[in-house]
């Protein structure tokens, strides 16, 4: 009798852990989305780093897949996996000393702590440097790095599409997805 209780008290628990989730998994997804439809990338990676450095800052999810984890049945495996993947996004696009994102637990991620370049030749500046730039920029043409002539790129392009698109690009369409695997789990 003893063992159908304790079966039953992880049970239980789980479902608490699982329903106490759902509010944050909605809020990120919303969150996700809203960066998603962003056009301007350069904005979008740091609206995503503010994001993702507050939960990062929480420990992301490891205290919920811990619990979950003592209370693994297969269909909380979906779950355990689908929320060990959101931490690996949380974990990556947290905060890094050297990284894009120098900010510290705690600290207001803002345009002038995010540093991007460091591709193609140019050299790392702020995102605020960069958004103040950006009309100079879509003018300042790399013919060099252009597959066809007619079409050069630019080095606002290099920027806002390659580095910052390509980063929240992963990162958007990996959360959803992952909350989207947790939800029909």
């Given at each position: 009798m003893k063992k159908?209780?304790?079966?039953?008290?992880?049970?239980?628990?789980?479902?608490?852990?699982?329903?106490?989730?759902?509010?944050?998994?909605?809020?990120?997804?919303?969150?996700?989305?809203?960066?998603d439809a962003m056009d301007n990338k350069v904005e979008a990676i740091v609206r995503l780093f503010q994001v993702l450095s507050s939960l990062h800052d929480e420990d992301g999810f490891?205290?919920?897949?811990?619990?979950?984890?003592?209370?693994?049945?297969?269909?909380?495996?979906?779950?355990?996996?689908?929320?060990?993947?959101?931490?690996?996004?949380?974990?990556?696009a947290g905060r890094c000393e050297y990284g894009m994102n120098r900010t510290k637990k705690g600290e207001a991620v803002t345009p002038?702590?995010?540093?991007?370049?460091?591709?193609?030749?140019?050299?790392?500046?702020?995102?605020?440097?960069?958004?103040?730039?950006?009309?100079?920029?879509?003018k300042e043409l790399r013919l060099d790095l252009s597959k066809n002539p007619e079409k050069p790129v630019s080095t606002w392009y290099l920027i806002n599409d390659c580095q910052c698109g390509t980063f929240v690009n992963s990162h958007t369409k990996g959360i959803l997805e992952q909350v989207a695997q947790f939800k029909a789990a």
């Open positions: 159908v209780n304790v079966v039953l008290g992880f049970f239980f628990k789980s479902k608490k852990v699982v329903a106490n989730l759902h509010p944050k998994l909605e809020k990120l997804e919303k969150e996700v989305q809203a960066i490891n205290q919920e897949i811990t619990l979950l984890s003592k209370y693994a049945s297969r269909k909380m495996r979906n779950k355990i996996n689908a929320l060990q993947i959101l931490q690996m996004h949380v974990r990556n002038d702590k995010v540093y991007l370049g460091d591709i193609y030749g140019l050299w790392t500046k702020t995102a605020d440097y960069w958004l103040s730039e950006k009309t100079r920029l879509e």
